[in-house]
Each structure stands twice: as structure tokens, then as C-alpha cells.
DNA sequence: CGGCAGGCGGTTA
DNA sequence: TAACCGCCTGCC
């Protein structure tokens, strides 16, 4: 795997560390001693879009976060990290390394034991901290789509938009667009990549995101093109890290009809019993009940 | 062929 | 403010 030296977020949060920490050299990162993290569950519950399994087992992963490539490894608590970019404050936080997802799938449990199945079914997703602009444009494009097209759609955008960043296996890899990027995209170009409806929408919200800068709560979030209730949750949670958050799209509507006998139509008493039963901690639930739930029903 | 996929915007009553 | 409806596209 060959990279080109990427940038680095700039608003990387400090954080307690709880993990053992090696810089063995430039771009390859090592956490030791993480529970509760599992590769194939961080990845595939849905809350991201950019990484593949290399392997069957699904130990090693490979992707990009913003304008970082990588590809992870994990065994036996040990995180490997060989980055195009993006320093271990930058992987550390991304991998929200600092929170402790056993305390929390404990409270879940106390306060709602129905939930303790899901818990332990998803038992290392870990909720990423994902750029932004990233998480807001590819929220935008899941609505009425399903997850092979949303996949695709996001990588001919950043394949169009996205700077170069290395390659992989003879094969390009290339950051997620810029704002700036996506603000001078125009309607025909994206069209051709197959965005459908939503083109128009992501140029709108790319432009507004520069004029009125970065979206910091769920009402300047609902005042973009193209986003709803559903998808300012989905912002909120993964891109904003405000874990309080609860989207619930058709498939957790499934699973509040079932579990807890709502009618279909009663997304608001679903959210307010998500509220009271699960609080502060209500996007983890919600991730593991959507998890467990979707890969039951596959 | 209609139905549907991790909804939303716009229009009605 | 709740209930409908149409929507790009792709796959069944």
C-alpha cells in the first residue's frame, strides 16, 4: 500500500487515555489493551460507508475517514493503524477510544433489559466521530436508498470531487470532497453519477455550509435541502457526537412495532420512549437494537 | 411489471 | 400539523 501524505483535522480533542499508546513510526499507529471493539461491527452497523473488509474474518479493514486513508488490524486488543494521515489523536478520537462502551451497554441493560440481547449481539460497535461535511452529504444521499447504491454513490463522488490521497493494491483511493469542491459541482456532472434527486441537494447544502458555516444543532441541520428528521439524527449522532440522538428509520420502526407494540405511524411516541428509557445514551442503543435487528431479519 | 430501499419536500385539508 | 404523493435509481 503506497499513500501520499494527507492532511490532518484540525480540531482534534484531547482525551484521557485509558489504552496503552506506541508511535512505532511515522503513520502506523498502535492502540494495545481496547475492549469492547470489533471491526466487523464498527463497520457494518451502518453509521459509516467508506470501508471494506480485506479478509474473510474481517480483522482487517481498510477505508477512509475524511481526507485519511487507512487500513486497520485488530487482534487480541491490539489496533494497528497504517495511515495515509491523520496522527494518533486523529485515529483516537475517531475510534471514540475514549468512552467505555462496557459501562454504557450496562446502563442500557439496567434501565431497559430488553435491549441486553442487541447489546451483546453488536458487543464492539463503537460509535466513530465522523468529519462533518462527510457525514452530512452521505446522510443526504441514504434517504430512500439502500446501502450497496449509498455505498457507490459516495465513492464516484469522491472519485469526481475528492482529492487523490494514494493507492491501494494498484487501485486509486481519494479523500472525501471538500465543501468547496462540492459547491462548484453542477447539476449535470452529478447526475451523470447516478445521485439521482439528491444532486441538487448536496450542491445546495455544500454552498450553504460555506456561507453559513458548520451546522452546530438540529434546527440549522433541518434548514439544509434535503435533510429531514431522520438524517439530522443520523448527523447529530455520528457527525456531531451528540449520543443523545435516536434516528429511527424503517427498520427501527420495525423493531419499536415488535419490541414495544407502537403503531407504525407513532415515530413520535417511539422517540419519546427512546428518550425516557434510554437518555444520554439513547444513539448506542439505537445502534445496537438497529444492528442486531437488521442482521436477523437479512 | 409493481414494490421497495436506512426520507424528504411540497401540497393539501 | 397530519396525511398524502412523487421522486432518481437499481434490484427483486
Redesign the pocket.
Known sequence: MRYRKGSQRPDVQKATRSVDMKYEELNNIVFDNIRDFNPVHTF??????RWRPEEEKGEIYAGVAGCNAARIKFSDGKLTIEASGGDQEFWYDYFDLTTDYGAIKDELVRNEPKIEKACEYGYGIRILRQDLFETIIS??I?????????R?NIESLCETYGEEIGDIEGKTVYAFPTPEALADADEEEL??L?????GP?IIETAKKYLEAGCPTCREEL?S???????????IML?GLSDVAAF?I???V?QIMTDMYGFAD?DV?GMQRFAEEKFGSYAGYAQQYL?YYY?DRSL
Open positions: 457494518e452497523c451502518g453509521q459509516v460507508f446522510f443526504i441514504s434517504q430512500n436508498n439502500n446501502i450497496p447504491r449509498i457507490k447526475s451523470e447516478k445521485l439521482g434527486y439528491r441537494y433541518l439544509m435541502h434535503g435533510v429531514g428528521p431522520k438524517v439530522a439524527n443520523c455520528f434516528p428509520d424503517t427498520w420502526r405511524k413520535k438497529f437488521r
